[in-house]
């Protein structure tokens, strides 16, 4: 049959849909909410469990959209994959960028309360910044799993070397890995 098949999410038990929902250059911004969360019930009613957004994503506003589609309790959270990314430029504010302990503490809170949600399942790093340290990256990330905000964390775009120092790093520290890297491919990009 037609059935979606499910994956596990690198070497974890966590386990998404072949097929993902994203969220970039569409909720909040190109495409009206209501066909947004018409979108996202489409996805789940066919199996889908995996939605991803990103802080940057319209600013913010593919994150409220996907909270309002939640907040009506047709679908339950825990059944779902959601994930979420930092790294971009938020505003002005010189520390409200990149991978710094900082701009990580407050990026996951705005996330969470633009979600409204108390923890998501993945949070990707963005793109590799190159002005933190990655000690300080990987720490604050094995902070906030600890705190229960975020259940596993991931890369976007990051090179082999990259992900390498970043393994070993978290190997050192006993902090939590990295389990997936989100490399710029999907069914339109390739």
């Known amino acids: 049959?037609?059935?979606l098949k499910y994956r596990h999410v690198?070497?974890?038990?966590l386990k998404v849909s072949e097929i993902s929902l994203g969220s970039w250059l569409t909720y909040g911004g190109t495409v009206e909410n209501e066909m947004a969360k018409k979108?996202?019930?489409?996805?789940?009613?066919?199996?889908?469990?995996?939605?991803?957004?990103?802080?940057?994503?319209?600013?913010g506003q593919a994150e409220t959209v996907i909270a309002e589609f939640l907040a009506?309790?047709?679908?339950?959270?825990?059944d779902l994959v959601i994930s979420s990314k930092v790294f971009w430029p938020m505003n002005d504010n010189i520390n409200r960028w990149g991978l710094s302990r900082k701009n990580i503490m407050t990026a996951i809170e705005g996330t969470l309360e633009r979600l409204n949600l108390d923890y998501i399942d993945i949070y990707y790093m963005h793109r590799y910044d190159y002005m933190t340290p990655l000690k300080e990256t990987v720490e604050?990330?094995?902070?906030?799993?600890r705190q229960g905000k975020v259940r596993y964390w991931g890369t976007s775009v990051w090179t082999a070397a990259q992900l390498e120092r970043a393994n070993a790093i978290a190997k050192d520290?006993?902090?939590h890995k990295p389990i997936v890297e989100q490399p710029m491919y999907n069914m339109l990009f390739r």
């Open 10 to 13: 690198g070497k974890s038990g």
């Open 1 to 3: 049959g037609n059935e």
């Open 39 to 59: 979108c996202m019930a489409t996805a789940i009613d066919n199996g889908i469990n995996f939605i991803d957004s990103a802080e940057i994503y319209a600013k």
């Open 72 to 78: 009506d309790g047709t679908y339950d959270r825990k």
């Open 140 to 145: 604050v990330l094995d902070d906030i799993i």
């Open 173 to 175: 520290l006993r902090a």
